[in-house]
């Protein structure tokens, strides 16, 4: 832009201005923000906000107090704790409370869940048809890794090649995955038996359209899951409506310690449809089995008639208290004022990166609102020296190869006076050449 353009202004000055205009600002005082950072990892490992800690400590009281009655006398009690949770969760997901809980970790519901439903379909050992041919699993090419690893193993523990059967739309850019093309693979083939495409992409940000590809799976015969690891808690869904005729997605899974603030290694989050209650999971446990008679100690397994089926061992209830504190701040928020906050972040970064930085630096996350989540992707060819420069400077965000550097306005603590400061320090350490400093990139997790 030349000298005698009248383009955007941006300052710090501006910065606060929005910052003293925004209604959530005051939520930023829940959480525990590192001194002197401006913290934008928040789509890796949220910061821990007082309420979380607050429902920990009570938890931790309460096995103090009341040891093996906890189960019963804990308010919440312990022994419905996963199914507690779900309910909490279910307005942030758009579901009924009966179609989610928490329980297990992301890798492991994608293991539980993928299996349950390959279980269900012609061409498994289990399923209708165990002569017919395999049924495929559509997954991308810009997959989180996981993923992709527990679907093999689900295939190959029923005989089923996962070199042929894993089929991975390609993406176009190497960011974004066409909606369209998962659209074109569904009408080539006839064998897909699910779609399980991430609601978001964990590298360029890029939200996926879960109405579109739930009635396309149904269209064709398939079963439509989700991986919302990286948008439950800042994206706004609506997993019980979403197809052509509101029927829902069929089921989904999601991380409590990215968005939703519940502490490393949260217990995770998984949605079941209404309709598919009474089918026998994968990894059945007895944490699964209906509550009422739980505790008869029978040997066969009487299957909730909710989500809660899909929970395998005793809930982790350390693990699973921050969720309750965590979730109550979101939902008071509303996740609708969240997500608007998150959008007006990333929109303002996004302005910051076109107006301020050099031409090396480009963004890889798609610009419009409904193809956007919670972070973008600021894309340089010197990305991994940038971030490390970045990060010793306070600027906490996230490196992936192979040019990636992940920025992450978190909207319940990120201040617009944070993305101002964030782009700066990148534009100094662009200018002054201070990431020439840095070794190129070693191992390690970023
Ligand atoms: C973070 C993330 C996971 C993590 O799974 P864990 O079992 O919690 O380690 C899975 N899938 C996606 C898309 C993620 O972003």
Known sequence: ????????????????????????????????????????????????????????????????????????????????????????????????????????????????LIGTFLDTLPGTPAGPDPAADPPAVLVNDLDFPTDHYAIRAQFRQRGIDPDEQLVAVESRDGRTIDEGDIEAVLRERDDVGIVFMPSVLYRSGQLLDVDRITAAAHEHGALAGFDCAHSVGAVDHALGDAGDDDEGADFAVWCSYKYLNAGPGATAGLYVNERHHGTTPALAGWWGNDKSTQFEMRHTYDQADTAGAWQIGTVPMLSSAPIEGATELVREAGIDAVREKSLALTDYLIDLVDDRLGDDFSVGTPREHDRRGGHVAIEHPEGYRVSEALRDRGGVVDFRPPNVVRVCPAPLYTRFEDVWHVVETIREIDETGAYRDYDPRGAGVT
């Open 1 to 112: 832009m030349s000298d005698t353009d009248a383009g955007p202004t941006h300052s710090l000055a501006e910065a606060r201005e929005r910052d003293a205009d925004d209604s959530l600002r005051g939520y930023r005082d829940h959480f525990s923000v590192p001194d002197g950072e401006r913290y934008m990892d928040g789509n890796s490992l949220g910061l821990a906000p007082d309420t979380a800690l607050a429902t920990l400590d009570r938890v931790v009281d309460e096995w103090r107090a009341l040891a093996i009655r906890g189960w019963e006398a804990a308010d919440p009690d312990w022994f419905h704790y996963g199914e507690h949770l779900g309910d909490l969760l279910a307005p942030l997901v758009g579901a009924r409370e009966s179609e989610v809980v928490v329980a297990n970790s992301t890798t492991v519901n994608i293991h539980t």
